[in-house]
DNA sequence: TATTTTATTGAACAGTTGTAAAATAAGATT
DNA sequence: AATCTTATTTTACAACTGTTCAATAAAATA
């Protein structure tokens, strides 16, 4: 299977576009392969050719995305030490402009009964800028794999509950309300 | 549908039996309709009588064990401030043992491709905990709700990664872990 | 015990799934 | 432009899904 072949690419496409315009009528786990396929006008066998279920090509949007979250933060003036709250600045961290940017697309993500590996997917990405970002603490240790985890789950626990309340609070409040819980630790 | 119907109960134990039997021999997401009525010995009909699909079986175990984690928190004597890190004693965190006592089950929580739902359902358990302990500090206004989901994913995190080291670690070494992380904050 | 209630069964149905093989056609390669 | 490569289609198949209905049998109730 050549990626780069006109032929993948236009099926590809045509999946896509069918799976966006089906996930504005019904939530991703209702969606049939045949469904999908009659959407798309390509034939089912094409479908198994390229894909396993209707998830993977959502998985394959996801993947994307989370280049676009990595890229965010690949610019070299921008850092977010989570650990070390006096220098943090609410302006540096950039998770929670992404997921108000691809708002849509999370709220299936944290939705009810779909497959957690899109969970784990960004708590992975999070975590590596974690680690990426506390370079200069590696002194703690077999300690550092749990507490990176900590950490990255920590803010995926602020966006569950943004999510909870329907992303209606803006990023910068979301960065103002880590910055908040983290100084209530100093106190 | 009577839930103290003896022919209820006798069915519906007879498909966990059947669940229990399968989930040592394949992945709960595997695990066909069709399969688990062959396996209980009941009409599929019947199955669906009660059900909606195979994951709502195992949906029916962990509310059973949801109970066993509220019950083991309701014992006055036992609390766990998850702020107030000076009179944190690591034996009051009852939650990794809970987590320990149920391993075989966890792994499945938190594998891959499984519904988010009981990640959630876990997750608002030890959400209501936190509340439930922290219950003398509610000056933050609405900072409470995005501090609860802050503090429980933590916790979830820890557990992820405990599930990523296959939960070698004693249910005590990780109250120790998360001591040594609530105290990095005070340095 | 006799009667009523209802959970369970068995059968049938259209639709979906996942896989396989040969035929076709679109695109890549020379 | 001619040939090679392979993605796509077509067709077929057995198994599973989700639902419905009448018949049955098990349990509750009086």
Chains 1, 2 share one sequence.
């Not at 690419?9 to 019904?26: D, N, P, W």
């Not at 609410?90 to 940017?101: D, G």
């Amino acid at each position: 299977m050549n990626k780069n072949d006109l032929r993948v690419l236009k099926t590809k496409q045509s999946i896509h576009l069918a799976l966006i315009k089906l996930l504005k009528k019904k939530p991703l786990t209702h969606i049939k392969v045949t469904e999908l396929c009659r959407e798309a006008n390509i034939n089912r066998g094409t479908f198994y050719f390229h894909y396993q279920e209707v998830g993977d090509v959502f998985k394959e949007f996801y993947e994307e995305i989370m280049v676009d979250l990595k890229e965010s933060y690949q610019a070299p003036y921008l850092h977010t030490n989570f650990l070390d709250v006096a220098n943090l600045d609410p302006k540096t961290v950039r998770i929670f402009h992404h997921i108000k940017k691809y708002e849509d697309f999370y709220k299936i993500v944290f939705s009810q009964d779909v497959s957690t590996h899109y969970y784990f997917m960004l708590f992975d990405e999070i975590r590596s800028i974690c680690i990426e970002d506390q370079n200069t603490l590696q002194q703690y240790g077999e300690l550092n794999d749990y507490l990176y985890s900590y950490s990255a789950n920590a803010i995926m626990g602020l966006i569950i509950e943004w999510y909870r309340h329907d992303f209606k609070d803006s990023a910068d409040d979301m960065n103002v309300h880590l910055i908040n819980i983290l100084k209530l630790r100093e106190a």
